[in-house]
């Protein structure tokens, strides 16, 4: 069963890596989102180092979103998703592994640009370590929680704007406690409490999401 | 005498306000082959998705061995070989990369069983190139090619005709005819009529019955 999880993770990865575009598209749209920024409020760093934690969560979570949409579309049209229905694996434990290896490459490759976008936004050098690493315990919930969406909305035409509109509230905890984390480092404060919470929603998301994203396929796999 | 295989009991189906059959029943034993049969629209691939557990019927129900099919979920997984219109053939992944995914979601083959597979549907030599470099009728052959590893008792199976050239369709009636002969099962839609034809055979004609 683990070697399930194996081998569709290599598979994912490998099937990502023979589309960079679509891996660098993110990643881009978020590197630009931030820079516009200095652009367009102006080169005063006060103002801009204060409001830095709210910016880099909202273009982090722009951007997870961007490359969501198609997560489950081509799975679905080339009839790889009834090939997983059908098998005698859980479903959850294989779109588990699927929206993991999405993380992995597009996730985690915003995490580790995140440090060069936060100093360019002014944000002090000691308060990095906290950007990182609540960007890496709130993307995956980003992720996992968009996956929901994806599920849901794979058997529609348009589902990209529908996706959007069912997921952004979900995502207002990670936002809050995200920014939360990284405005209390740059005030001072210790950022635990806020890295804990965001860490329990991950753990949380983990567990259950894969539940209701495999629920979400069947439904539209069966319509 | 032991329950049918599989089996459906006055089964309907509706998709989008419109009933497309009811009160079906139908019965498959080891050894025989259903042909569905039917205008465009009339529900053939509606009904073997019934079949197989991927849809649920408007009323009525599918048995496995005797059993509702929601129960037999499992069992339903480790007999079922399902060939949809879309195969499940990722573009991006070599012929090779898809069957050893989609053999593993089953039961693992080895890279010799894999090449011999496709050399078996005529595809010796591509073994290693990306599906979307070949014609619609070779990435049909790629998802063919799961008939001949080893393969689970009851297929299920989608227009599998489609784009395959004369030698192709010939070869592959051998084929299904030879698995029902050796006690296996085949559920088929397709809209030519078999030269082939095993000991078991039987038609299905949705169109007919909705007349």
Same mark, same amino acid.
């Given at each position: *069963?683990?070697?399930?999880?194996?081998?569709?993770?290599?598979?994912?990865?490998?099937?990502?890596?023979?589309?960079?575009?679509?891996?660098?598209?993110?990643?881009?749209?978020?590197?630009?989102?931030?820079?516009?920024?200095?652009?367009?409020?102006?080169?005063?760093?006060?103002?801009?180092?204060?409001?830095?934690?709210?910016?880099?969560?909202?273009?982090?979570?722009?951007?997870?979103?961007?490359?969501?949409?198609?997560?489950?579309?081509?799975?679905?049209?080339?009839?790889?998703?009834?090939?997983?229905?059908?098998?005698?694996?859980?479903?959850?434990?294989?779109?588990?592994?699927?929206?993991?290896?999405?993380?992995?490459?597009?996730?985690?490759?915003?995490?580790?640009?995140?440090?060069?976008?936060?100093? *360019?936004?002014?944000?002090?050098?000691?308060?990095?370590?906290?950007?990182?690493?609540?960007?890496?315990?709130?993307?995956?919930?980003?992720?996992?929680?968009?996956?929901? /969406?994806?599920?849901?909305?794979? /058997?529609?035409?348009? /589902?990209?704007?529908?996706?959007?509109?069912?997921?952004?509230?979900?995502?207002?905890?990670?936002?809050?406690?995200?920014?939360?984390?990284?405005?209390?480092?740059?005030?001072?404060?210790?950022?635990?409490?806020?890295?804990?919470?965001?860490?329990?929603?991950?753990?949380?998301?983990?567990?259950?999401?894969?539940?209701?994203?495999?629920? /979400?396929?069947?439904?539209?796999?069966?319509? | $005498?032991?329950?049918?295989?599989?089996?459906?009991?006055?089964?309907?189906?509706?998709?989008?306000?419109?009933?497309?059959?009811?009160?079906?029943?139908?019965? +498959? +034993?080891?050894?025989? $082959?259903?042909?569905?049969?039917?205008?465009?629209?009339?529900?053939?691939?509606?009904?073997?998705?019934?079949?197989?557990?991927?849809?649920?019927?408007?009323?009525?129900?599918?048995? @496995?061995?005797?059993?509702?099919?929601?129960?037999?979920?499992?069992?339903?997984?480790?007999?079922?070989?399902?060939?949809?219109?879309?195969?499940?053939?990722?573009?991006?992944?070599?012929?090779?990369?898809?069957?050893?995914?989609?053999?593993? +979601?089953?039961?693992?083959?080895?890279?010799?069983?894999?090449?011999?597979?496709?050399?078996?549907?005529? @595809?010796?030599?591509?073994?290693?190139?990306?599906?979307?470099?070949?014609?619609?009728? =070779?990435?049909?052959?790629?998802?063919?090619?799961?008939?001949?590893?080893?393969?689970?008792?009851?297929?299920?199976?989608?227009?599998?005709?489609?784009?395959?050239?004369?030698?192709?369709?010939? =070869?592959?009636?051998?084929?299904?005819?030879?698995?029902?002969?050796?006690?296996?099962?085949?559920?088929?839609?397709?809209?030519?009529?078999?030269?082939?034809?095993?000991?078991?055979?039987?038609?299905?004609?949705?169109? =007919?019955?909705?007349?």
């Amino acid at each position: *069963m683990s070697n399930v999880f194996a081998l569709l993770f290599r598979r994912e990865a490998r099937l990502l890596c023979r589309r960079p575009a679509e891996l660098a598209n993110p990643l881009v749209f978020f590197a630009i989102v931030i820079a516009l920024f200095p652009l367009a409020v102006g080169p005063e760093s006060q103002l801009l180092q204060s409001i830095s934690p709210g910016l880099v969560w909202v273009a982090a979570l722009l951007a997870v979103l961007l490359s969501l949409d198609g997560l489950f579309r081509s799975d679905f049209e080339d009839g790889s998703l009834e090939q997983w229905v059908v098998s005698p694996h859980p479903l959850a434990l294989l779109v588990l592994a699927k929206v993991l290896a999405h993380w992995v490459f597009s996730g985690l490759a915003l995490v580790l640009l995140a440090p060069l976008l936060g100093l *360019m936004l002014g944000l002090p050098a000691s308060t990095l370590p906290v950007l990182l690493l609540s960007l890496l315990l709130g993307t995956p919930v980003l992720s996992l929680l968009g996956a929901v /969406g994806a599920a849901l909305t794979v /058997g529609l035409k348009r /589902g990209g704007l529908l996706l959007a509109l069912l997921i952004l509230p979900l995502y207002i905890p990670v936002l809050i406690l995200g920014s939360g984390a990284l405005q209390a480092a740059l005030q001072g404060l210790p950022a635990a409490g806020h890295l804990l919470w965001l860490a329990s929603l991950t753990a949380l998301s983990v567990t259950l999401t894969p539940f209701a994203i495999a629920a /979400g396929l069947t439904i539209s796999v069966g319509e | $005498m032991s329950s049918p295989f599989l089996e459906a009991v006055s089964l309907s189906c509706e998709r989008d306000w419109r009933l497309l059959f009811e009160k079906l029943d139908l019965s +498959l +034993l080891p050894g025989q $082959m259903l042909q569905v049969a039917g205008p465009n629209g009339s529900g053939k691939t509606s009904l073997l998705r019934l079949l197989a557990g991927l849809m649920q019927p408007t009323a009525g129900e599918v048995r @496995l061995s005797g059993r509702p099919l929601r129960e037999q979920r499992a069992e339903l997984a480790r007999n079922l070989l399902w060939i949809g219109h879309a195969a499940g053939i990722k573009g991006l992944l070599t012929a090779e990369e898809n069957l050893a995914w989609l053999c593993a +979601l089953h039961r693992p083959a080895s890279r010799e069983a894999i090449w011999q597979a496709l050399a078996a549907v005529g @595809l010796r030599g591509f073994e290693d190139v990306p599906c979307h470099t070949l014609s619609a009728g =070779q990435q049909r052959r790629v998802a063919l090619a799961r008939l001949y590893l080893e393969a689970p008792p009851l297929w299920i199976l989608d227009e599998p005709f489609t784009a395959l050239d004369r030698h192709g369709v010939a =070869q592959l009636e051998a084929h299904l005819s030879a698995h029902c002969t050796g006690g296996g099962m085949v559920v088929l839609t397709t809209h030519h009529s078999l030269t082939e034809r095993p000991a078991g055979y039987h038609e299905l004609d949705l169109g =007919q019955r909705a007349a």
